[in-house]
């Protein structure tokens, strides 16, 4: 098939790659010209581990381009895929005119009948607005040729992206007709080989799904943070607890791992955008609201955590941080834990020595520039530079080589042996048999 993939964001890119790695000939779009060359390059910016590869070795083989000319781009295309950014206002409304204007751009180049599918994650009813542009396009070009819109939302977890789109647990599509049914079962065919994974559904169902979806993974994160916040005043341990629930078939052990609050930009902007639909359509959605405040509010116990340890301030303290991005295996810093606690050390007077394995980069696009010259930020090389003469260590995102470091140099390099584990990763009773003053999410101090 001849595939166009409009956006060459974190979603399109593993869009394109896949699809191209199943012998499909994929153009990704973008009107970026520069990133558009670098991207003929090979160069992307993001971080997924198996992406840059995938791209690299389908452009090599001739099946994946990139291109700044959506007019070519749909000439000749069967199916168009919008992949793209739906910005939010303060309140976190989503705003889908993006997608919309962008498939009118679609309409007005196709030559062929052409399926348009929405991977974009916008509010509900977005297909229909793309559908009712392509109507009037095509009537404005007195074109009769036919199409179809499909919604179509994606449900990859940064880290593991290739492997969620290669091997997913479902694939959920919205269609209105027969024909486009059949098209995406075509489509999806080579990930859908041991067993059938589509699950059809009308398109707002689909896009409702999507939203659904991060609702339910962030409700149990701020659930068992709440849970974790009352444990440690009943003096529980709560990892024992989770433990306990988790054993439930019905709860299982995803998602009930209390820490500091979930970040990314997914779980955040799409719990925002519910709570905005839920307003305009007359709807109070009071428990996702609550899920909200607490994840915020969970951000701020770290800071808590540290004055607390340091004797009530801060002010001239060094800290040193373990962890940037709001999760392992992605640089991606949107919402992290991680600025949250940044800046309020800088605001309370404290300096920053921080190390992440692969989001230091990100990081200086995160805060002032003035931070770095001054040092009130320093980015070390080494997850032990950031703890060299340190008032205490901050464990924020839970990478594989902080899990059992060397906790004698730590212990060495610190000033004090102060350790404020945000993921829970330690075990408490051995830290402060060591002579650690230690606090995690929910621990008891006994």
């Not at 905005?276 to 609550?290: N, P």
Request: net charge negative.
């Amino acid at each position: 098939m001849n595939i166009t993939v409009i956006g060459t964001g974190y979603v399109g890119l593993v869009t394109a790659a896949c699809f191209a790695e199943m012998g499909n000939t994929v153009t990704c779009v973008d009107n970026d010209q520069d990133k558009i060359e670098g991207l003929k390059k090979g160069l992307i910016s993001v971080y997924e581990p198996g992406l840059s590869t995938l791209l690299t070795d389908n452009l090599v083989a001739n099946r994946l381009f990139f291109s700044a000319d959506i007019a070519q781009a749909c000439k000749d295309t069967d199916i168009c895929f919008l992949s793209l950014e739906s910005p939010s206002d303060s309140e976190g409304k989503a705003d889908a005119s993006l997608v919309v204007d962008t498939a009118t751009q679609v309409a007005q180049h196709i030559t062929r009948y052409c399926t348009i599918i929405n991977k974009s994650t916008a509010p509900v009813g977005t297909s229909d607005k793309v559908a009712e542009t392509f109507v009037q396009t095509l009537n404005e070009r007195g074109c009769n040729f036919g199409f179809e819109v499909v919604a179509n939302p994606e449900f990859l977890k940064e880290g593991c992206a290739i492997d969620d789109f290669m091997r997913p647990d479902r694939i959920i599509i919205g269609v209105e007709t027969d024909r486009a049914r059949q098209i995406m079962t075509d489509l999806y065919k080579p990930f859908s080989r041991s067993h059938d994974k589509l699950v059809f559904m009308g398109i707002r169902d689909a896009e409702l799904t999507k939203y659904a979806a991060n609702a339910m993974l962030a409700t149990r994160v701020s659930l068992m943070n709440e849970l974790a916040n009352l444990a440690e005043h009943l003096g529980v341990d709560i990892e024992k607890v989770r433990k306990g629930i988790g054993s439930d078939s019905r709860i299982g052990y995803s998602y009930i791992y209390p820490g500091c609050g979930y970040g990314g930009s997914c779980l955040p902007k799409d719990i925002k955008a519910l709570v905005q639909m839920g307003k305009e359509h007359g709807f109070e959605t009071g428990i996702l609201k609550s899920v909200e405040e607490r994840n915020q509010k969970q951000k701020d116990q770290l800071f808590d955590k540290i004055e607390q340890l340091l004797g009530g301030s801060v002010r001239g303290k060094i800290i040193g941080i373990w962890g940037l991005a709001f999760k392992p295996g992605t640089d991606d810093m949107s919402a992290a834990p991680s600025v949250v606690l940044i800046e309020s050390l800088v605001r309370a007077g404290a300096l920053i020595k921080a190390y992440d394995p692969v989001a230091m980069n990100e990081c200086r696009k995160h805060f002032s520039a003035q931070y770095f010259n001054d040092g009130v930020i320093q980015l070390t090389d080494h997850q032990y530079d950031a703890l060299k003469d340190a008032d205490a260590m901050v464990l924020v995102t839970e990478w594989k080589p902080f899990r059992q470091p060397d906790f004698n140099a730590i212990k060495r390099l610190l000033k004090q042996p102060v350790i404020i584990d945000g993921r829970n990763q330690y075990d408490p009773q051995m830290l402060r048999t060591e002579g650690f003053k230690y606090s995690g999410v929910g621990r008891t101090s006994d």
